[in-house]
């Protein structure tokens, strides 16, 4: 690579609930994201799962390069295992000047796992200490930050940029380095500032092709904080409303994003940074009924992630035969750093898909939300598992929206010939050899990471 030392700076941008369908230039004619499309334009795209869908857990396997279960953080205020190697502390002993401005959301601080630099970070710490009375969250997104016996108010996504950019144009002389950038938005309370605010007030965005008015059935967490945003049932109304402020958090924090590739830029470091876009999972928005994230659809367990700079291909899209979860990024980007990973780390390097030499090596993707729902995958079929053995199979090479259960009861039942004969989308053996091949591949995971779900623990 043509960086010094060999190495390369690296710059990740991280969003909180961002899902793969609210860029532009991935085919979404209604929102406006032309720094995320030039990205895109100029570099590699995939859609890795994220396998435990909340925040803490999304992140926590970005730092550790382990699932949920190996890391320790599977919800809320649950520390990441001391023992495992994180990815700045990682860098930092190989070199890297480390700088983390924006959202963490994980135990401890950053200050305190590899970080060399923390700049507005945000919320006080759940687990450990570390709260400080100088962050104030008043329910927006406007928010007041004491930091160095300076005050900053101000959009998160402002007060997270501004240090960002700052720190690039300084960080000219001073190589490798790391900045871990993690956005708030387009989380909610989603109130972007204007003119973005009104972005999207006179535009009809149509509602997703699963929107439901409500979900089907109880899938074991209905009453979580997310899902209490809205009424019950969704009306179209409501979902529009919640698409507009969403779209207009994106297309503002694309516009920041924008500066931060501009600092590059002018900064001359572009051609010799390695830039990561992702998110740690998506939401429903009014998909299947649901507005949160608290769900093993794809619209919130998969997440769109860009790499883009040296050596890496443009304009590629690898979304549909890399498959890969969030904790393979570190494996990953090691291998590209010539950095030897460490034992703790449980990922797989999809380096060779990224090169386009080959594909991951995962055949099989299986994920976990709470002890309420499990999830396995493979090229083609997924199977989740509720409470009270209910459980869905689609097929997502014909049915990518998950809008047709393959294990829906009444397709088991034969329909008397008529003028309009009943034709199953597939015969029910092959339904039944799917779901019993998946649920093998799910039981043997679970056992693997000790899921305490199979010992009847919540």
């Known amino acids: 690579m043509n960086t010094r030392d060999e190495r390369a700076e690296r710059l990740a941008d991280r969003d909180d609930d961002q899902r793969p369908d609210t860029i532009a230039g991935l085919g979404n004619p209604y929102i406006s994201t032309p720094n995320l499309d030039a990205l895109l334009a100029r570099g590699t795209y995939l ?18 390069g382990g699932n949920s279960f190996s890391n320790g953080c599977r919800w809320f205020g649950e520390p990441i295992d001391p023992d495992k190697v994180l990815l700045p502390r990682l860098l930092r002993d190989n070199g890297y000047h480390c700088i983390h401005p924006g959202k963490w959301h994980n135990d401890g601080h950053p200050r305190d796992k590899g970080y060399h630099e923390t700049h507005r970070v945000f919320p006080p710490d759940l687990v450990g200490g570390y709260y400080r009375p100088g962050v104030d969250f008043r329910g927006t997104h406007d928010f007041i930050f004491n930091e160095d016996g300076k005050e900053a108010r101000g959009h998160s996504t402002v007060l997270i940029s501004a240090p960002t950019v700052e720190f690039i144009t300084r960080s000219s002389k001073q190589s490798p380095w790391f900045c871990y950038v993690a956005f708030h938005s387009p989380h909610d309370p989603r109130t972007a500032p204007q003119p973005w605010a009104s972005m999207y007030r006179d535009i009809n965005i149509p509602l997703p092709d699963n929107f439901m008015p409500e979900h089907p059935f109880d899938n074991g967490d209905m009453l979580v904080r997310d899902e209490s945003l809205a009424p019950f049932p969704r009306t179209p109304e409501a ?220």
């Open 47 to 64: 859609r890795p799962y994220t396998t435990a869908p909340i925040c803490p857990a999304a992140r926590a396997e970005i730092l550790t």
């Open 239 to 458: 979902i529009e409303r919640h698409l507009r402020d969403c779209y207009a958090m994106i297309s503002h924090h694309d516009h920041h994003i924008g500066r931060i590739l501009a600092a590059l830029d002018a900064t001359g470091q572009a051609e010799r940074t390695l830039i990561l876009f992702t998110s740690d999972h998506g939401l429903a928005i009014g998909s299947h009924g649901l507005l949160g994230k608290e769900n093993l659809y794809e619209h919130s367990v998969r997440i769109p992630m860009i790499w883009s700079g040296p050596e890496i291909q443009s304009g590629r899209r690898i979304d549909e035969t890399c498959l890969s979860t969030h904790y393979d990024l570190m494996p990953t980007l090691l291998e590209r750093l010539r950095i030897e990973r460490p034992g703790t780390c449980e990922g797989l390097s999809y380096g060779a898909a990224l090169n386009g030499a080959g594909q991951t090596a995962r055949t099989t993707v299986c994920a976990a939300y709470r002890g309420c729902m499990r999830m396995a995958r493979d090229d083609r079929f997924k199977l989740i598992e509720y409470p009270n053995e209910r459980s869905q199979l689609f097929d997502l090479k014909e049915d990518a929206n998950e809008a047709r259960d393959l294990l829906a009861s009444w397709r088991r039942v034969h329909v008397p010939h008529s003028r309009a004969p009943f034709t199953p989308v597939m015969p029910w053996d092959e339904v039944e050899a799917i779901t019993n091949r998946l649920r093998k591949t799910l039981r043997e995971w679970q056992g693997a990471v000790k899921d305490p779900i199979l010992a009847g623990a919540a």
